[in-house]
């Protein structure tokens, strides 16, 4: 159950789209659609921005959206806005019945 | 309001136990797999453990295996996780979160993703 691989910050200016990739294996990104993205706010219950590779939930603005190839998934934000600013993580299904997160990016808006 | 609110850390020494509670509202709790992540101080999130929607599945990661064990009362909209033998390791803020399926991975105890989440509660484990 090694944490899926994602860069550890990636920054934009205000306006710009940025992109995060979250690195698997074929036991769990690559072998799933069921690859989900965590925004999480300093003190903030983490809120869920796609889900299953490329939906939205109700309510999470269509400048998040997320895609996959192979064992690597990506989220990318269009229109990079100031509340932006956070620490996302990516998830997946595995082959052991099991969950995993990716090790986090910190996303900074310049 | 849809809501899940834990329960039940603290501080306590190696060795000993502890067991949290999330009290689910607002939505139909039986209807729903459940999970617990915690919140490593400083680091990131780790899937900890997870439950299908009869408690007929559960799942845990290797770090926890044989140590925690997941639960879940239907009958009073609440998940469980009994935490045994802690480790410094365990360290965390706990949280509950609703998982959502379709098809044959309700039968599972991870399902597809964790669309609710609770503020967590934070265990404490130092000598």
């Known amino acids: 159950q090694s944490a899926l691989t994602q860069p550890a910050s990636v920054s934009g200016s205000p306006g710009q789209s940025i992109t995060i990739s979250c690195t698997g294996t074929s036991s769990d990104v690559g072998g799933y659609n069921y690859v989900s993205w965590y925004q999480l706010h300093p003190g903030k219950a983490p809120k869920l921005m796609i889900y299953k590779v490329s939906n939205r939930p109700s309510g999470v603005s269509n400048r998040f959206s997320g895609s996959k190839s192979g064992n690597t998934a990506s989220l990318t934000i269009s229109g990079l806005q100031a509340e932006d600013e956070a620490d996302y993580y990516c998830s997946s299904y595995t082959s052991a019945i099991t969950g995993v997160f990716g090790t986090g990016t910190k996303v900074t808006v310049l | 309001e849809v809501q899940l609110v834990e329960s039940g850390g603290g501080v306590v020494r190696p060795g000993e136990s502890l067991r949290l509670s999330c009290a689910a509202s607002?939505?139909?709790?039986?209807?729903?797999?459940m999970t617990w992540v915690r919140q490593l101080p400083g680091k990131g999130l780790e899937w900890v453990s997870g439950?299908?929607?009869?408690?007929?599945?559960?799942g845990y990661a290797d770090s926890v295996k044989g140590r925690f064990t997941i639960s879940r009362d239907n009958g009073k909209n609440s998940l469980f996780l009994q935490l045994n033998s802690l480790r410094a390791e365990d360290t965390a803020l706990y949280h509950c979160?609703?998982?959502?399926?379709?098809?044959?991975?309700?039968?599972?105890?991870?399902?597809?993703?964790?669309?609710?989440w609770g503020q967590g509660t934070m265990v404490t484990v130092s000598s």
């Open positions: 979160a609703r998982v959502t399926c379709s098809g044959g991975n309700c039968y599972t105890p991870v399902g597809e993703s964790f669309d609710i």
């Open positions: 607002g939505f139909t709790f039986d209807d729903y797999g």
């Open positions: 439950i299908n929607w009869n408690g007929g599945s559960t």
